[in-house]
């Protein structure tokens, strides 16, 4: 299994950036997948998740209406799209799988997490 997510950087508050994640080594058509971050000193959390076809999307109340979720499975793709980021976002995000169960979302990620990439937003 292999998660390669790119696209962070550093931005203002107010700010948007474009993550990507490559996903390789899995069927990831078959697979729901997920956006989680994690800051300093905080537990990982998943954020934004998208059913294996695309059709239903799952946000975390922290970031609803900021960020979007989406994907391509003829490229193993999913991306994150956050607009009017705030400090509070300021994280290292990784993408990973995600279970559906009775319509609702919940982590089930592989072993394996990347590096991630990092998303830093100053006020």
């Known amino acids: 299994v292999q998660l390669q997510a790119y696209g962070g950087g550093l931005v203002q508050a107010g700010g948007s950036l474009r993550l990507s994640c490559a996903a390789s080594?899995?069927?990831?058509?078959?697979?729901?997948m997920g956006w989680y971050r994690q800051a300093p000193g905080k537990q990982r959390e998943l954020v934004a998740a998208?059913?294996?076809?695309?059709?239903?999307?799952y946000y975390a109340d922290s970031v609803k209406g900021r960020f979007t979720i989406s994907r391509d499975n003829a490229k193993n793709t999913v991306y994150l799209l956050m607009n009017s980021l705030k400090p509070e976002d300021t994280a290292v995000y990784y993408c990973?799988?995600?279970?559906?169960?009775?319509?609702?979302?919940?982590?089930?990620?592989?072993?394996?997490w990347g590096q991630g990439t990092q998303v830093t937003v100053s006020s």
């Open positions: 998208i059913t294996s076809g695309g059709g239903t999307n």
């Open positions: 990973n799988r995600v279970v559906v169960v009775a319509g609702n979302m919940f982590p089930r990620p592989y072993d394996y």
């Open positions: 080594g899995i069927r990831f058509s078959i697979n729901a």
